[in-house]
């Protein structure tokens, strides 16, 4: 079985930078997508971002785009999100993704608390 370990999450203040990293184990990294959700409380779980296999490809969610950076290293089998320019209403517990086919895997889920 695959298996995602997310880092890099805590408490930053509005306006600062935080990163997290996922690591991926179980798997030809290589070959698959990866994504980046998060789910704020009270709230449905939503994309913020993604990469293809090869990192030619990103996509954001809509409120996260221009502070955010999806980026991938292959030869680490790891994902980051680099997020800037942070708001209270990027609270949510971040959620790492891989997908190739009908294989999906989804890490534990990593805390990102935005507040002063």
């Known amino acids: 079985q695959g298996k995602l370990v997310e880092s890099g999450g805590g408490l930053v203040q509005p306006g600062g930078s935080l990163r997290l990293s996922c690591t991926a184990s179980?798997?030809?990294?290589?070959?698959?997508?990866m994504a980046w959700y998060r789910q704020p409380p009270g709230k449905k779980r939503e994309l913020v971002a993604a990469?293809?296999?090869?990192?030619?490809?990103?996509n954001y969610g809509a409120s996260v785009k221009g502070r955010f950076t999806i980026s991938r290293d292959n030869a680490e089998n790891t994902m980051y999100l680099q997020m800037s320019s942070l708001k209270p209403e990027d609270t949510a517990i971040y959620y790492c993704?891989?997908?190739?086919?009908?294989?999906?895997?989804w890490g534990q889920g990593t805390q990102v608390n935005v507040t002063s």
């Open positions: 993704e891989a997908h190739y086919t009908f294989y999906q895997y």
């Open positions: 990469i293809s296999a090869n990192g030619d490809s990103t």
């Open positions: 179980g798997i030809t990294f290589s070959s698959y997508g």
